[in-house]
């Protein structure tokens, strides 16, 4: 694996729709503030291969009505199953409390037409402090930070899964090439 932090945080759904299309949707940097509460935009993109490995993207934030960034580079890209974001980053300070901080989402077909989808959450507190409140705050935080992104792509996901006028067009083919996730949250972030 290539995420450099403990695991701090694991959290799943199910979704009604193929893994294809959620990990598809997941990816797509265009949608991603569709999907993620967190997320006001994808301000820039650039690396990556053809699977979005390699790929750094800034994303615009806001996190408990404070307005910031976020900076993700995604380290693994497995189409349909898995991919990884270490969050490089950002201007709430999880890059100074936190070292090796990010996320891996996995998406596993559980039934025809159906996804469990995991976001694990790594990262080590940088510092004594920051162990207590990790322990305290930020743990919970991240929880409360990766439910709503789970929530929120699962009900993206079975929405256009549903509506086949529009699963062409968003989920089945990104529109800024690969390289989402993120959590761009703490969770996506953790």
């Known amino acids: 694996m290539h995420t450099q932090g403990r695991k701090q945080l694991e959290r799943h759904t199910t979704v009604n729709a193929p893994a294809g299309v959620v990990y598809r949707l997941f990816m797509d940097n265009a949608e991603?503030?569709?999907?993620?509460?967190?997320?006001?935009?994808?301000?820039s993109t650039h690396g990556g291969d053809g699977t979005g490995q390699?790929?750094?993207?800034?994303?615009?934030?806001?996190?408990?009505?404070?307005?910031?960034?976020?900076?993700?580079?995604?380290?693994e890209?497995?189409?349909?199953?898995?991919?990884?974001?270490?969050?490089?980053?950002?201007?709430?300070?999880?890059?100074t409390m936190l070292t090796g901080y990010g996320f891996t989402a996995r998406f596993t077909p559980t039934?025809?037409?159906?996804?469990?989808?995991?976001?694990?959450?790594?990262?080590t507190p940088a510092?004594?402090?920051?162990?207590?409140?990790?322990?305290?705050?930020?743990?919970?935080?991240?929880q409360t930070?990766?439910?709503d992104l789970l929530e929120g792509l699962r009900t993206l996901a079975e929405q256009r899964h549903s509506q086949p006028?529009?699963?062409?067009?968003?989920?089945?083919t990104p529109s800024e090439g690969p390289a989402r996730p993120g959590p761009t949250t703490p969770g996506r972030a953790g």
């Open 32 to 43: 991603l503030a569709n999907w993620a509460p967190a997320v006001d935009a994808v301000t």
């Open 127 to 142: 510092n004594p402090a920051a162990a207590v409140l990790n322990r305290l705050v930020i743990r919970r935080k991240f």
């Open 54 to 75: 390699g790929a750094t993207r800034t994303c615009a934030v806001t996190m408990n009505g404070k307005k910031g960034t976020m900076v993700e580079r995604c380290v």
């Open 145 to 147: 930070v990766v439910d």
């Open 111 to 123: 039934a025809s037409e159906q996804t469990t989808v995991r976001i694990e959450t790594y990262y």
């Open 77 to 95: 890209a497995v189409p349909d199953t898995r991919a990884a974001f270490l969050v490089v980053d950002d201007s709430f300070g999880f890059s």
């Open 165 to 172: 006028e529009t699963r062409g067009r968003h989920a089945d």
